[in-house]
């Protein structure tokens, strides 16, 4: 079986030395891992890994989850601090420990005892995004209101619309990895710095496996991008790959996920992306905005293409 990779269009970073691992024998796992990791290294990418924009005190906080689609193994970490390869030690949590998900200290203390490598995850562009929206009336000037209202309210006022924040052009997002391998195992795989100027400890979808992640070799797998509150309660990466398995093609079931979105009553609804593949390897994108893309390359291509993916906007629930 030709060896597939597809993911949200920041994954392009990463593609192709993911279909390098797969042209070398390599497992899915392996492959998702190799992309993610390229994109975590990115400079570039406000929204993964080294560089991320950070939570509202300035602390880059990470979060990664994993989905191995023939046994449903699956491995998280959440909140992560000072440590860049997030999907990484998510694989080694699905690995190594009789656990799915860790978090905060406990995440951080994993991959200081694996030794992963200790990073200072905040790159002077981040924080000058970070603190534009915080000077810019005056929020950080101390002694004003109780320190912990004032942060509850912060959250809310700043980061009230997460993909378009003033800042920057679309400082936010996360990166979504699926990769079929030559034995056509499916892996699935989700790392980002989550929510800029979010509450410290807040956890989107990302890390959530049936949320922002899932793989099932029989039927298929999805990640999503986007408010991660939406797909939290919508468990949609779960609901695409369900919806398939009780007889729905790809395109179908990326629709009436989406359309499930549109029961939520959320005051900051944004935005919802979702990449997706179904066990044969058909591909498919869908997004609530306009113009959105992914990415998806063969072992057989010289490098990947990126297809539109399909606009279902929330209005069509
Ligand atoms: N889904 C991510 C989260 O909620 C953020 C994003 O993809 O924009 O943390």
């Known amino acids: 079986m030709t060896g597939l990779v597809v993911g949200s269009s920041n994954a ?8 390098e691992v797969l042209r070398q024998g390599g497992s899915a796992l392996d492959a998702v891992v190799a992309g993610i990791a390229l994109v975590e290294a990115n400079p570039e990418d406000h929204s993964v890994g080294y560089a991320g924009l950070p939570n509202l005190l300035g602390e880059v906080e990470l979060d990664a989850s994993i989905m191995s689609g023939s046994n449903l193994a699956a491995g998280a970490v959440g909140a992560l601090q000072g440590y860049q390869d997030a999907i990484a030690l998510a694989r080694r949590v699905m690995e190594e420990l009789p656990h799915v998900f860790v978090v905060g200290a406990g995440a951080n203390r994993l991959a200081a005892e694996l030794g992963f490598p200790p990073t200072d995850l905040l790159t002077p562009e981040a924080e000058r995004i970070w603190r534009s929206r915080l000077d810019a009336d005056g929020a950080t000037s101390p002694g004003q209101r109780a320190f912990t209202a004032r942060v509850r309210d912060l959250v809310r006022r700043v980061s009230s619309d997460p993909e378009l924040p003033k800042a920057a052009p679309e400082p936010h997002g996360t990166v979504n990895v699926i ?13 980002t710095s989550g929510w800029a100027w979010k509450y410290p400890g807040r956890l989107g979808d990302s890390p959530i496996i049936g949320a922002g992640n899932y793989a099932d ?26 919806f398939m398995r009780f007889g729905m093609g790809l395109e179908e079931a990326l629709r009436t996920a989406m359309a499930d979105l549109t029961a939520i009553d959320d005051p900051y609804a944004s935005e919802i992306n979702i990449v997706a593949m179904d066990k044969d390897g058909n591909h498919a994108g869908a997004s609530t905005s306009k113009g959105k893309t992914y990415v998806v390359m063969r072992e057989d291509m010289e490098t990947y293409e990126e297809p539109r993916r399909l606009l279902v906007p929330f209005s069509n629930g």
């Open 12 to 19: 392009k970073v990463g593609i192709v030395e993911a279909i």
């Open 217 to 242: 070799n029989r039927w298929g797998a999805a990640a999503c991008t986007g408010r991660g509150e939406m797909a939290q309660r919508c468990c949609t990466a779960h609901s695409v790959v369900t």
């Open 179 to 191: 990769a079929r391998d030559r034995h056509g195992d499916l892996a699935c795989g989700v790392s």
